[in-house]
């Protein structure tokens, strides 16, 4: 934008200077402060009060709303602006002294000082712009005329003789500070877009600030980090030569065994040629005086300890014992590791009475809830569940790694997991898993069910603890359930983006689920 059109925006009509402490009326014109007042003083007592731009007239005494934005547009377009003597620009007139310039007069060609501008003529066709050097680009290249006009079919800038006489006869043409303004209100949409997303921009990048210095915090420091994977590297070192020293002894004892077999294989073979022999021979003095014929009859000479010893190496787990060993020692390679980088517990769980239906009975310490037969006649609240016999918790998480672990043997239906707290409360999508707005594991009918939006997923394998751990970890959008046996076993996890807080969700069918906590280490 030209200068000379960024100062004329930059104007106050009243003083015809560029604003100070501007201020807008509702209809959107702006003036400066104290000019306006002075204007509205003067319509005290006419009956009303009216807009000195577009004269819209107001009941009462307009209220003056402060225009920041304009006064720090005001204020840097002054603290840009070079000294006219800087600028190289000085009055033609003035020709001993070579005053600076203040406008320059695009019709005379010639630049004017303050004294000279006030003698100046003030007929329209003197076209009067900031003090410039270069009055020719102000004029057209072709009918050296000044360009007055805008020519929207070619989007260019003419003067009167082109659109009389020109290549743009017979087009559209509008003023110049009509297309200015058209053009500014384009920019300014523009600009709004732009300030829109540079403002969503920011948002995210505070967003991922705030996240990278959690996940800093959650790793420690590089230190920390370079020894835990040096200790890792160590262990795994061990781990190794522990499955390799497995697989060679366990290949060293079969070499053994089939040695000592095929000794033994050699010795009966032994056996049964002299026993040919004996019964090949004609003297039955010579058979009957063989003196060693009863260690040649022996035939269960260490059977049973051969038969053990081969059993026992055909089934001792070959490759699965190989695989075992290797599973726990990275089952305690991860026990280490949590060690060094805990899982955030989670404050202790207490079940919400409010949200209880009148199937369930919640114990005194709020860490038991029952199904009963009898209606509790609990008192209606919007948060109470209706139909489906469940509770929340009266905690919610709406950050961090938390975790807790829930008793599930004392009921052979139910269902754990997690809910938005703007989960309906009444009907069948009020039940946990059947939504978009929980996420459970169910038990009924001896199957273990996970469950999303209705969206099933049968568990081939049975919880064998009877206890089941619930991971939450809200910035990655993760919820994972596990089974307590010896060594904790993975189930499922789901992976979602959180929008809302999120609250531990229970669901009895019969019998009774304990929440037992969760501040353990993992």
């Avoid at 003095?285 to 022996?298: A, H, M």
């Avoid at 609990?378 to 109470?384: K, S, V």
């Avoid at 046996?485 to 999120?502: A, K, N, S, V, W």
Wanted: charged share 30%.
């Amino acid at each position: 934008m030209a200068s000379a059109d960024l100062r004329a925006e930059l104007e106050c009509s009243i003083c015809l200077n560029i604003y100070t402490d501007p201020v807008t009326l509702r209809c959107g014109h702006n003036f400066c402060r104290v000019c306006i007042d002075r204007v509205l003083d003067t319509q005290e007592g006419s009956g009303g009060y009216s807009c000195p731009e577009c004269r819209e007239k107001f009941p009462d005494r307009p209220a003056l709303q402060r225009n920041i934005t304009l006064r720090n547009i005001a204020e840097t377009f002054l603290s840009a602006q070079p000294d006219q003597e800087e600028s190289g620009v000085f009055c033609t007139y003035c020709v001993d002294s070579r005053l600076p310039a203040v406008r320059s007069c695009l019709h005379c060609e010639v630049s004017l000082c303050d004294k000279h501008l006030r003698v100046h003529k003030k007929s329209p066709e003197h076209v009067l712009c900031d003090p410039t050097l270069s009055m020719e680009s102000r004029k057209c290249s072709v009918h050296k005329k000044i360009l007055e006009y805008y020519c929207t079919e070619d989007k260019t800038c003419i003067c009167m003789s082109c659109y009389a006489i020109g290549e743009h006869k017979g087009h559209e043409m509008i003023s110049l500070d009509e297309a200015s303004e058209k053009k500014k209100t384009t920019l300014r949409n523009v600009l709004q877009k732009h300030l829109t997303k540079r403002e969503e921009t920011e948002e995210r990048v505070q967003s991922l600030q705030e996240h990278r210095r959690k996940v800093e915090e959650a790793a420690g420091d590089t230190e920390r980090v370079t020894d835990l994977f040096r200790d890792l590297r160590r262990r795994l070192e061990d781990l190794e030569k522990r499955v390799l020293r497995e697989i060679s002894g366990r290949a060293e004892r079969i070499s053994i065994s089939i040695r000592d077999l095929e000794i033994k294989k050699e010795e009966l073979s032994r056996k049964m040629r002299h026993i040919e022999e004996l019964c090949n021979m004609t003297d039955p003095l010579t058979v009957l005086q063989e003196s060693d014929t009863g260690d040649l009859c022996d035939t269960e000479d260490g059977d049973n300890e051969d038969r053990e010893r081969h059993e026992e190496l055909l089934h001792d787990g070959g490759g699965l014992g190989v695989a075992g060993v290797l599973h726990t020692g990275l089952s305690d390679i991860i026990r280490e590791v949590n060690v060094y980088f805990p899982i955030q517990g989670a404050a202790d769980i207490l079940l919400d009475g409010n949200t209880a239906s009148n199937d369930l009975q919640i114990s005194d310490d709020r860490k038991t809830v029952s199904w009963s037969d009898i209606d509790q006649n609990y008192p209606e609240t919007p948060e109470r569940f209706q139909c489906s016999p469940q509770v929340l918790s009266s905690q919610s998480f709406s950050s961090g790694r938390h975790y807790w672990d829930v008793d599930v043997e004392g009921s052979r239906i139910w269902t754990v997991g997690m809910c938005y707290p703007s989960i309906e409360r009444k009907g069948e999508e009020s039940a946990i898993g059947y939504n978009n707005k929980s996420w459970g594991l169910n038990m009924s009918c001896d199957e273990h069910i996970l469950i999303h939006d209705s969206d099933e997923t049968f568990l081939v394998d049975d919880i064998f603890s009877k206890r089941v751990r619930i991971d939450l970890d809200y910035e990655a959008g993760r919820i994972s359930f596990s089974d307590l046996c010896d060594p904790i076993r993975h189930l499922y996890t789901f992976t979602t983006t959180f929008t809302e807080p999120l609250h531990v969700g229970i669901y009895v069918g019969r019998g009774c689920i304990k929440i037992c906590g969760g501040n353990q280490e993992m």
